[in-house]
C-alpha cells in the first residue's frame, strides 16, 4: 500500500483572499514505512509574501522569485502522488484548500476528499483534550524535532511520517510482526529438527516366508472360488 505524507507553506491562511503556496514537500510510505522517495519543490507565488509569514517559513518573496510557479510543476507533482494514493497530511483542511485552488487555477480537478487521511482528527480522537500540532505530537513520541526552528513543508513531512506511524501504534508494531513470525518459523524449525533427531534408525529387516506358510498360502489360493485376478 503506497501513502503519500504531504505538507505545504504559503503565503498566509486562505486562497480566497490571494495567498498562494510557496512549498510542498511530500514522502513516499509503503505499508507506513518511508520508501526513500520525496518530492520536495519551492514555488513562486506570483505576488509578495507578507513578513509575518517569511517569520513562520523564513522564505521571501526575494528567495522565491526565481522559482517555478504552480502552474510549471503541477504535472511533477500530480505524477508524485499518483492517481489513487492516500494523501496523509496534518490538518489537511488547511492544505487541501491551497492545493485544489491552485489545480483549479490550472484547470485541473480537485484532489478527491475520500484519499485523505488527516492525522490532526487521528490525535485529537487518540488523545482528547491534549495538544493536537506537530511539535506536540513529536514531544509526547519522543520524535527529534530540533532542526524545526522553521516550518519547511519536506522537514515536516518527514516528522509527520514518523508521528503517523506513532499514531497506528508504534514503530514496535511492524517489529513484533517481523518477532513473531521469526519466533513461529524458529519454534517450527526446532520441532522439525527435534522430531527427525528423536527418529532411531534401524535397518531394514528381511521377511522371508517359510515352507509351512507358503504350503497353507497356496491351499487358501485353491480354495478361492473365481478370484478378482482370473476376472
Same mark, same amino acid.
Given at each position: 500500500?503506497?501513502?503519500? !505524507?504531504? +505538507?505545504?507553506?504559503?503565503?498566509?491562511? &486562505?486562497?480566497?483572499?490571494? +495567498?498562494?503556496?510557496?512549498?510542498?514537500? $511530500?514522502?513516499?510510505?509503503?505499508?507506513?514505512?518511508?520508501?526513500?522517495?520525496?518530492?520536495?519543490?519551492?514555488?513562486?507565488?506570483?505576488? /509578495? !509574501?507578507?513578513?509575518?509569514?517569511?517569520? !513562520?517559513? %523564513?522564505?521571501?518573496?526575494?528567495?522565491?522569485?526565481?522559482?517555478?510557479?504552480? =502552474?510549471?510543476?503541477?504535472?511533477? *507533482?500530480? /505524477?508524485?502522488? %499518483?492517481?489513487?494514493?492516500?494523501?496523509?497530511?496534518?490538518?489537511?483542511?488547511?492544505?487541501?484548500?491551497?492545493?485544489?485552488?491552485?489545480?483549479?487555477?490550472? =484547470?485541473?480537478?480537485?484532489?478527491?476528499?475520500?484519499?485523505?487521511?488527516?492525522?490532526?482528527?487521528?490525535?485529537? @480522537?487518540? *488523545?482528547?483534550?491534549?495538544?493536537?500540532?506537530?511539535?506536540?505530537? $513529536?514531544?509526547? *513520541?519522543?520524535?527529534?524535532?530540533?532542526?524545526?526552528?522553521?516550518? %519547511?513543508?519536506?522537514?515536516?513531512?518527514?516528522?509527520?511520517?514518523?508521528?503517523?506511524?506513532?499514531?497506528? =501504534?508504534?514503530?514496535?508494531? =511492524?517489529?513484533?510482526?517481523?518477532?513473531?513470525? @521469526?519466533?513461529?518459523? %524458529?519454534?517450527? @524449525?526446532?520441532?522439525?529438527?527435534?522430531?527427525?533427531?528423536?527418529?532411531?534408525?534401524?535397518?531394514?529387516?528381511?521377511? @522371508?516366508?517359510?515352507?509351512?506358510?507358503?504350503?497353507?498360502?497356496?491351499?487358501?489360493?485353491?480354495?478361492?472360488? &473365481?478370484?478378482?485376478?482370473?476376472?
Amino acid at each position: 500500500m503506497i501513502e503519500i !505524507v504531504l +505538507d505545504t507553506e504559503t503565503t498566509g491562511m &486562505d486562497p480566497v483572499k490571494g +495567498d498562494r503556496m510557496v512549498e510542498i514537500g $511530500c514522502i513516499e510510505l509503503e505499508n507506513h514505512i518511508p520508501t526513500g522517495r520525496t518530492y520536495h519543490q519551492y514555488i513562486n507565488p506570483e505576488r /509578495d !509574501v507578507p513578513a509575518e509569514v517569511v517569520a !513562520v517559513h %523564513g522564505l521571501t518573496t526575494e528567495r522565491l522569485k526565481d522559482e517555478p510557479t504552480f =502552474g510549471e510543476i503541477v504535472g511533477d *507533482f500530480l /505524477d508524485f502522488i %499518483g492517481n489513487d494514493s492516500k494523501l496523509v497530511i496534518h490538518n489537511a483542511e488547511f492544505d487541501m484548500k491551497f492545493i485544489n485552488a491552485e489545480l483549479k487555477m490550472f =484547470g485541473f480537478p480537485s484532489i478527491d476528499k475520500r484519499r485523505i487521511i488527516d492525522t490532526l482528527l487521528i490525535a485529537r @480522537k487518540k *488523545f482528547p483534550g491534549s495538544p493536537a500540532n506537530l511539535d506536540a505530537l $513529536c514531544r509526547r *513520541f519522543k520524535i527529534d524535532n530540533s532542526n524545526r526552528t522553521l516550518h %519547511g513543508a519536506l522537514l515536516d513531512s518527514e516528522l509527520l511520517a514518523e508521528v503517523y506511524m506513532e499514531l497506528l =501504534g508504534g514503530r514496535q508494531r =511492524g517489529l513484533e510482526m517481523e518477532l513473531d513470525k @521469526k519466533s513461529a518459523d %524458529g519454534v517450527a @524449525k526446532a520441532a522439525a529438527e527435534e522430531s527427525a533427531s528423536s527418529k532411531q534408525f534401524r535397518e531394514p529387516r528381511d521377511f @522371508k516366508a517359510n515352507d509351512n506358510e507358503l504350503a497353507d498360502h497356496a491351499k487358501l489360493l485353491e480354495e478361492l472360488k &473365481d478370484p478378482l485376478w482370473n476376472k
